[in-house]
């Protein structure tokens, strides 16, 4: 098992816009990108391909393409904003994914890379309105960004994440007032979005700024705010959470979803030793894998989990046909307010106490009645 990294294994110079390895480098100052894949997103080999070699070598085609105008924005955007900041990450080129080792230590340190980068910046490519503006909250709620797996991590990891719409113009941020104030940024972080972001996601928003509430999160609330989200690989479904989770799995994605969600599950369960403090109080289903996988359309799949004397079972296995639509944000609110993860456990109180009794008594009434009907007609 290959041990998690705090930096990443390369970051892009903002100033040259070239690769930089960084390994084994302490307390390296960095931005993180947080965002959607756009058409013609550039590779780690064709970015290498666009810096200046001999000057004979053909362009590649995506030198122009909307995913390379967008690292170059987001580096000119560090640049002009954070002088003390030299260095970006961005998971479509800075990972080379022809390289098996780098994914196997990448995709399991995400978490850690994101909660040391010096600052997040979330480019939302389908919002072009700003907080100031009448329809800018639905805006954001309906940018697609919301209901990625991926992003949830990038949300909650972070101390400080600043959002930007697709003209690359800040709309505000993600965490604490203190945190913005340690931020040296030219144009300023915006206002706090720590409220909208909490009605879209339904994450309370302790989350967002308390870093010992998220460590000790457990799986039914990891479940409710995956609720709607969707990612590419079915098995992503379960690795974009092991870092939300404080989970270590190397990723094989060979494997499919019910296979990852076996190796997370048992891992959780080895871990706590028998009590499953991390499993959530309430028998809960797991992770809606609604995502399409990568042959087409994958069926959903959902657990149900019991924790009887000690004990972890499955307790089924459902099967939905998936639409292949991304979930609507509007519609995730899983969990009650009260506190989540115990909806369940209220709802199965409530049948057993309120109405088991009444049904009973119903019964009991209709045979009394029958027997008194049987008898006035022998009478």
Not at 155 to 184: C, H, S, W
Not at 319 to 327: D, H, I, L, N, T
Request: charged content about 25%; some cysteine.
């Amino acid at each position: 098992m290959s041990a998690q990294r705090r930096v990443p294994l390369r970051v892009l110079n903002v100033t040259t816009e070239s690769f930089q390895e960084v390994r084994n480098v302490p307390g390296l100052r960095y931005g993180i990108i947080s965002h959607r894949w756009l058409t013609q997103e550039p590779t780690f080999e064709q970015w290498e391909k666009r810096e200046p070699r001999s000057g004979t070598e053909p362009q590649d085609p995506t030198v122009e393409s909307p995913g390379v105008q967008k690292i170059k924005n987001l580096c000119a955007f560090i640049r002009e904003n954070f002088p003390d900041i030299q260095y970006m990450w961005i998971d479509t080129c800075c990972i080379d994914k022809r390289s098996a080792y780098e994914l196997m230590v990448s995709i399991p340190s995400m978490f850690e890379w994101y909660r040391s980068a010096v600052v997040c910046l979330a480019y939302l490519s389908d919002v072009d309105t700003m907080p100031d503006e009448s329809m800018w909250e639905d805006d954001f709620r309906g940018s697609a960004w919301h209901t990625r797996g991926w992003t949830l991590q990038e949300l909650l990891a972070p101390k400080m994440v600043i959002f930007l719409n697709n003209k690359f113009r800040v709309m505000g941020y993600k965490g604490t007032e203190a945190d913005a104030l340690a931020q040296r940024i030219a144009c300023g972080t915006g206002p706090c979005l720590n409220a909208p972001l909490s009605r879209i996601t339904d994450i309370d928003q302790r989350y967002f700024g308390d870093e010992t509430a998220l460590a000790n999160v457990d799986l039914a609330t990891v479940r409710c705010w995956m609720n709607g989200r969707s990612t590419t690989e079915e098995e992503d479904m379960i690795y974009c959470v092991l870092g939300i989770l404080n989970v270590h799995l190397n990723p094989e994605y060979s494997e499919g979803f019910l296979k990852a969600q076996d190796r997370l599950l048992e891992e959780l369960r080895r871990r706590s030793r028998g009590h499953y403090a991390r499993l959530g109080p309430t028998a809960t289903s797991l992770l809606p894998a609604s995502s399409p996988s990568r042959h087409g359309a994958a069926p959903a799949q959902s657990w149900e989990m019991t924790n009887t004397t000690g004990a972890m079972h499955r307790a089924r296995i459902k099967y939905v046909e998936a639409s292949g639509k991304q979930g609507d944000p509007r519609s995730r609110r899983c969990c009650s307010r009260l506190g989540k993860g115990t909806r369940v456990c209220v709802w199965i109180l409530f049948s057993l106490l309120i109405v088991g009794p009444i049904a009973a008594s119903v019964v009991v009434v209709k045979q009394i009645n029958d027997r008194r009907a049987a008898a006035n007609s022998s009478v």
